[in-house]
């Protein structure tokens, strides 16, 4: 933003120091003057008709008072504004640090900080909420960019495989193409599924959605409902419970989140009689939905990555519908945008329990639908 300059802080208080010792010093002498006044009389004393010496009169008083009166405000407006400027000085310095650190980070070097040293005050508060702003602002900076080159990488692969499927077409032309429809039409979904997640996230990421007060416990119920038949499918038996739980947020958001968490959780199973439970419950500081399935015993060190972008769980079982590896990202990003929080937490006997904290729905605010 282009302002029009103006006067400095420093040179501001600098005038309000000199202002301020100026009117101490005017005081100061005025009460002298009162002072000396009371006790200096106006002309000489008479007695008797004989002159009576008195010491000096108020006018003689003030011819030697009023010159020095001058001289000391004189020099206290000199000392003012010498000693405020070297004093606004010293007070704004932190100020005039944290102002290049801005600069800085303005040109790019986000790895820059203030680290101002000294006893906590108002600027060393301020050069902390700004170091540890800088601190997030580079971590999701180097976040995004490392989400753009796998992006980029997860969405040259099926862009590839299609040149290359097309490219044998061209030189094969007596080659049966019902094959090669095939690959393209699995080739294209993918990309479509990819591209999608992507929009999702996006969507999630910019908390661009209506909020509504909704019901999570029929929300697990629905996702429950529509993976059943895949459940069975690969032998997943599916559990829901729980009580209401209200909250505030997206429907369709909220739905997908949890279809996610119950597709991994059937996907990521054991090869045989695998188990899936959703419950949902209402605690104190909200509502939960927590989503557990038998497995493979995981390390916590693994667990703690699977919220990665394009982060697949190569030590999980029975990846064959594993997705895109947005999965367990989206669903990070959808509690995040509902003020919720999410925790993975390798269970003792093998699989994975996912829990969502959501803030619990206010008595006033309407019904979905």
């Known amino acids: 933003m282009d302002r029009a300059r103006g006067l400095s802080v420093r040179f501001k208080l600098t005038l309000s120091y000199a202002g301020f010792l100026m009117v101490a010093g005017a005081l100061l002498l005025a009460v002298v003057w009162v002072f000396l006044l009371r006790y200096v009389p106006e002309r000489q004393m008479v007695f008797h008709g004989i002159p009576v010496p008195s010491g000096p009169r108020r006018s003689d008083l003030q011819e030697a008072f009023v010159p020095k009166a001058a001289i000391a405000m004189g020099c206290l407006l000199v000392f003012g504004l010498v000693g405020g400027w070297m004093l606004a000085g010293r007070m704004l310095a932190p100020l005039t640090r944290i102002t290049d650190a801005a600069r800085l980070v303005a040109r790019g070097s986000l790895s820059h900080r203030v680290r101002l040293p000294g006893r906590r005050d108002e ?21 995004q960019q490392r989400f753009a080159a796998n ?8 862009l590839a495989i299609t040149q290359t499927l097309l490219d044998v077409a061209r030189n094969d032309p007596e080659r049966d193409n019902g094959e090669l429809i095939d690959r393209l039409r699995l080739v294209n979904t993918r990309a479509i599924d990819l591209t999608e997640a992507l929009l999702l ?9 209506v909020r509504y007060r909704v019901d999570v416990s029929l929300i697990a119920e629905e996702a429950a409902e529509t993976l059943l038949p895949f459940a069975e499918q690969r032998d997943v038996t599916l559990e829901t419970s729980g009580e209401i739980a209200p909250t505030v947020g997206s429907h369709e958001l909220l739905l997908q989140m949890t279809t996610n968490l119950v597709h991994n959780a059937i996907v990521h199973n054991v090869p045989d009689d695998g188990a899936v439970w959703v419950t949902t419950s ?3 500081e909200g509502v939960a939905l927590v989503v557990e399935n038998t497995g493979g015993k995981l390390s916590p060190q693994f667990v703690s990555t699977l919220v990665e972008p394009f982060r697949r769980g190569s030590e999980r079982t029975r990846t064959d519908h594993a997705g895109v590896g947005l999965g367990l990202a989206i669903v990070k990003s959808i509690a995040q945008a509902h003020d919720g929080e999410l925790t993975l937490t390798a269970r003792p ?10 803030p619990a729905a206010p008595e006033h605010v309407g019904v979905d639908g």
């Open 201 to 209: 996230l996006s969507r999630a990421d910019q908390r661009s959605f």
């Open 151 to 158: 992006a980029s990488h997860e969405l040259r692969t099926p």
């Open 123 to 143: 600027f060393r508060e301020l050069a902390d909420a700004f170091d540890a702003m800088l601190a997030q602002l580079e971590a999701h900076v180097a976040e």
């Open 349 to 358: 006997a093998g699989g994975l329990c996912v829990t969502v904290r959501l």
């Open 282 to 284: 209402v605690q104190p």
